[in-house]
């Protein structure tokens, strides 16, 4: 069954809305969670990592206000599109690894679809 | 830091044939590869993963072999079934980080 869990699984607004993302790990404690945007047939693009207690840890070319994130507990990190756009529709995906393993596993993901 | 190449970007194979998918990766300080199998729209799920200190890891149907000199692994896919269609992807790691490959994909035709 899902180890991580993440809603909403499906977002239709408009463009100016703010939407955020929640990812739960369900039977284990994630000190880090990680955040992936993916494209249409495409790859799993990083875009930050988060860690409970601290600042995000953004990738290159990966707008901080635009994409917040927050982890506030160990088992809960969120991420917020702030004003989010039509080039901002895409498939957002969470991860977390289980502490001294190094599989990571996936939440369902977040289609976001920006009118 | 990491550059993680997979090929072929598709592959069609018919029902009972074998599949195979390539990927290279740079940094020789990886030492864990995941395969992962995503079907449309829905989450990665691990299908195989192999650490550095393997040469080559079966279960069932799937085989993965690792070249540590070459840095290169692959993913090995028997007897193929229509619902192994999916896109796959690789991954290297050297520590909690991922970096994966482009995809790969598959079309196993009945």
């Known amino acids: 069954g899902a180890v991580v869990s993440q809603h909403p699984s499906w977002v239709i607004c408009k463009s100016g809305t703010s939407v955020k993302i929640e990812c739960r790990s369900l039977d284990f404690q994630a000190t880090t969670m990680f955040w992936y945007r993916q494209f249409p047939k495409q790859s799993l693009m990083l875009m930050a990592t988060?860690?409970?207690?601290?600042?995000?840890?953004?990738e290159q070319g990966v707008e901080k206000d635009k994409f917040l994130i927050n982890h506030a507990s160990l088992t809960l990190s969120t991420l917020t599109v702030t004003s989010a756009h039509p080039e901002d529709s895409s498939f957002y995906i969470c991860s977390a690894p289980r502490q001294g393993d190094q599989p990571q596993h996936f939440g369902d993901g977040t289609r976001l679809s920006i009118l | 830091g990491e550059n993680v190449e997979q090929h072929p970007s598709t592959l069609s194979v018919q029902e009972g044939d074998s599949a195979v998918i390539k990927c290279t990766y740079s940094?020789?300080?990886?030492?864990?590869f995941p395969w992962y199998k995503q079907e449309l729209g829905k989450r990665p799920q691990l299908i195989i993963d192999i650490r550095s200190n393997v040469g080559e890891k079966k279960d069932q149907r799937i085989a993965v072999t690792l070249n540590k000199t070459a840095k290169h692994f692959s993913l090995h896919i028997t007897e193929t079934q229509p619902e192994d269609s999916a896109v796959y992807f690789c991954?290297?790691?050297?520590?909690?980080?991922?970096?994966f490959g482009t995809g790969t994909s598959l079309t196993v035709i009945p």
């Open positions: 940094d020789s300080a990886s030492n864990y």
């Open positions: 991954a290297a790691s050297s520590g909690n980080q991922f970096y």
């Open positions: 988060s860690n409970e207690g601290s600042k995000a840890t953004y």
